[in-house]
C-alpha cells in the first residue's frame, strides 16, 4: 500500500510541474507577431518521504520576435498537457483518488538591457480540476499566465525557465482531501541544460527603428586567388514595424590577383547592387542580405598591359552576399558585419575570359565591413 501511495503522488505532481511551466512562456509575450517556441527540461522534485525523484516537463509558446520600449507587454495565456501514465492511474485509484487539483509557483529569469544580470519573475499557475480514470493513461491540462512588463531601453532579451515549488491536492469522491493531504513539493532543474525558452529584440523606434545611413569600410578575401579587395561605400539600413531593409553601395575597388599562380594582374572591381536587399534583426543580431553583380572594367598584368575586361565583364548572375552582425547590435552605432558570397563565371572579357576568370570567381570569398553612422563618419 505504501508503495501505490508513493507512486500517485509522483504522478500528480508530475502533472502539476508541466502546467506550472508552461506559465514561464507568457513572460515574452507582447504585439508583435508570435512564433511557436518549445523546450525540454528535467528536474528533480522532493517528495516527502521518498526524497527527490526525476520530473520532465515540455513547453510550448507563441513568444515575439520583437517589443517596442515603452509599450506594455501584456502576459499570455500559456497552455500545457500533461500525460499520466497507466501504472501512476493504478496507484492513484487505489489511494481511493478521483480527481487533482491544484497548483504552483514557477520561478524564470528575464535578461534585458536594463538588467543585464536577469530579473526574476514568478508565476502562479493554476491545474485544471482532472478526473482520475480507473486505468489507462490521462491527459491533465492547466493554464498559467504572466505578469505584465514594459521595457525601456532597446537590445537583446531572453527568457531562462527556473525551478518550481509545487502544492497539490489529490481529492476523493466527496470532495474531500485523500490520504495524503495537500502538500508542497521544489523541484530544482537538473544542471547542464539549455534552459531559454525564448529569445527577443526589444526595439526602440527612436533609436532602434527608423532609417539609418553608415559610411562602410573593409575589404573582401577572393577564395581562388586568396587576393584582398578593400572596400568602401555606404549603406542604409530602414528598421519598420512592418518590415525591414538593407541597401548596400560599394565604390570601385582594385584587386590585385595573380594568373598561374605568380604573375601579377590589377583588377579593377565593381559589386553592383542588383536590387532586392533584405534586413532582420532578430535576438540583437543584424543580418542582412545584398544581391551583387561583380564588373571588372580592365585586367592589367603587372598593372600596366591588358589582358581582358571592359563594360560587359562581369559575372554572368548576380551573387548574394548574406552579412551578419556579433550580438547586442545597436542600429544607432552601427559595427561590424562578416559575411561571404560566391561568384558566377565571368562573361564578355574578352578572349582571355576563362583564364583570367580563374583568378577572381568562384565560392567562398569572405567580406569583413565596419559600419558607421554618417554623422560620426564626417566628424
Do not use: W
Not at 526589444?202 to 527603428?209: E, Y
Request: charged share 15%; proline share 7%; hydrophobic share 40%.
Amino acid at each position: 500500500m505504501t508503495r501505490k501511495r508513493r507512486t500517485g503522488r509522483r504522478a500528480a505532481l508530475c502533472a502539476v510541474a508541466a502546467v506550472a511551466a508552461s506559465g514561464l512562456a507568457g513572460l515574452a509575450a507582447g504585439p508583435a507577431a508570435a512564433v511557436p517556441a518549445t523546450l525540454e527540461l528535467d528536474y528533480h522534485c522532493t517528495f516527502p518521504l521518498i526524497g527527490p525523484q526525476p520530473v520532465h516537463v515540455s513547453l510550448s509558446a507563441d513568444v515575439p520576435e520583437t517589443v517596442r520600449v515603452g509599450e506594455q507587454m501584456p502576459g499570455i495565456a500559456v497552455e500545457s498537457t500533461a500525460t499520466v501514465g497507466a501504472a501512476s492511474t493504478r496507484a492513484l485509484a487505489a489511494l481511493g483518488t478521483a480527481t487533482l487539483e491544484g497548483g504552483a509557483r514557477a520561478d524564470a529569469n528575464l535578461t534585458v538591457p536594463e538588467m543585464p544580470g536577469g530579473l526574476p519573475v514568478q508565476v502562479d499557475v493554476e491545474l485544471e480540476r482532472t478526473d482520475v480514470p480507473a486505468s489507462g493513461e490521462f491527459a491533465v491540462r492547466g493554464s498559467g499566465k504572466a505578469p505584465d512588463l514594459t521595457f525601456s531601453r532597446p537590445g537583446p532579451g531572453a527568457v531562462a525557465v527556473g525551478n518550481l515549488v509545487l502544492t497539490l491536492t489529490p481529492r476523493l469522491d466527496d470532495g474531500g482531501p485523500g490520504g495524503l493531504g495537500t502538500f508542497e513539493s521544489e523541484c530544482v532543474q537538473d544542471p547542464g541544460q539549455d534552459n531559454v525558452l525564448a529569445s527577443f529584440e526589444i526595439v526602440d523606434d527612436a533609436t532602434g527603428g527608423g532609417d539609418h545611413a553608415y559610411a562602410v569600410e573593409g575589404s573582401s578575401v577572393l577564395e581562388t586567388s586568396g587576393g584582398t579587395v578593400p572596400l568602401t561605400g555606404g549603406m542604409t539600413l530602414a528598421l519598420g514595424a512592418d518590415g525591414a531593409r538593407a541597401d548596400l553601395a560599394l565604390d570601385p575597388a582594385t584587386a590585385n590577383v595573380s594568373l598561374f599562380g605568380f604573375l601579377p594582374v590589377t583588377a579593377e572591381m565593381r559589386l553592383d547592387d542588383a536590387g532586392g536587399g533584405t534586413a532582420e534583426v532578430a535576438g540583437g543580431v543584424l543580418t542582412t542580405t545584398s544581391a551583387l553583380t561583380a564588373a571588372f572594367p580592365s585586367f592589367r598584368v603587372f598593372g600596366v598591359v591588358p589582358v581582358g575586361g571592359g563594360e560587359e565583364c562581369r559575372t554572368a548572375e548576380p551573387s548574394e552576399l548574406t552579412l551578419t552582425s556579433g550580438p547586442g547590435f545597436d542600429p544607432a552605432a552601427g559595427g561590424r558585419l562578416t559575411g561571404g558570397y560566391d561568384l558566377a563565371p565571368l562573361a564578355g572579357c574578352g578572349a582571355l575570359t576563362g583564364l583570367i576568370g580563374d583568378a577572381v570567381t568562384g565560392p567562398g570569398n569572405t567580406v569583413d565591413l565596419t559600419l558607421t553612422p554618417v554623422s560620426e563618419a564626417r566628424r
